[in-house]
């Protein structure tokens, strides 16, 4: 079946640095990927929507130059986190349609803690 | 604005109890619908689709009322390993193989030996 992988799974970092968290789809190709933002006893959020070959599209309220999204090839979406601040720490999760019937699969997550 | 509305919980129940879950959302264009099962900080893994018909799955009985704007989940003879968070999830995107899903907070489920 169609896979997702993300990557790191969690990572700690200083504030003011960048971080960046891949996800790859492993057995098909995903013209189109989606990234949420899940905090503590909070529903995902959809923070953009990350299109193969052109510029993301971002939801409303999420900083388009704090959250850096590329989208280089078919199999592979980066989120870049850029400055992090301790308020930024969340859950990172990328999603991509794939397999014969177009579901939606989930990476297994990124826990980011900025100390 | 668009919401998906759920009871967070906790619902502790015994083993073998029987236990529902009721979702509520707002936006009455909504085209699909599903439930998701959350284990603590991994991601949402699809549990089953949700048909307006009404549809089953071994334990789990998914239930779709257009008309109320409300869906639910029925989960028979829990078992231990049926505890994690259950979201419910609304697709309201346009056209087919459209894609806005809205989550619901969730909701947890703990099953007691």
């Known amino acids: 079946g169609a896979v997702v992988s993300q990557h790191p799974s969690w990572v700690i970092c200083k504030s003011g640095t960048s971080v960046k968290i891949e996800c790859r789809s492993l057995?098909?190709?995903?013209?189109?990927m989606f990234w949420y933002r899940q905090f503590p006893k909070q529903s995902l959020m959809l923070m953009a929507t990350?299109?193969?070959?052109?510029?993301?599209?971002?939801e409303q309220g999420v900083e388009k130059d704090k959250f850096l999204i590329n989208h280089a090839s078919l199999t592979l979406s980066t989120l870049t986190v850029t400055s992090a601040h301790p308020e930024d720490s969340s859950f990172y999760i990328c999603?991509?349609?794939?397999?014969?019937?177009?579901?939606?699969?989930f990476g297994s997550g990124t826990q980011l803690s900025v100390l | 604005r668009k919401e998906v509305e759920q009871d967070p919980g906790p619902f502790n129940v015994p083993e073998g109890a029987t236990v529902a879950f009721n979702c509520t959302y707002s936006?009455?264009?909504?085209?699909?619908f599903f439930w998701y099962r959350q284990d603590c900080r991994k991601e949402p893994k699809l549990l089953m689709s949700?048909?307006?018909s009404g549809n089953e799955d071994g334990r789990f009985t998914a239930q779709l009322n257009r008309a109320s704007q409300y869906i639910s989940l029925l989960i028979r003879d829990s078992k231990l390993s049926d505890s994690a968070t259950y979201l419910c999830?609304?697709?309201?995107?346009?056209?087919?193989?459209?894609?806005?899903?809205?989550f619901g907070k969730g909701t947890k489920l703990s099953v007691i030996p």
């Open positions: 999603s991509a349609r794939g397999g014969a019937e177009g579901k939606l699969f």
């Open positions: 057995d098909f190709q995903a013209t189109t």
């Open positions: 990350s299109n193969e070959g052109s510029k993301a599209t971002y």
């Open positions: 936006n009455s264009a909504s085209q699909s």
């Open positions: 949700v048909y307006s």
């Open positions: 999830v609304v697709n309201e995107g346009s056209g087919a193989g459209s894609y806005q899903l809205t």
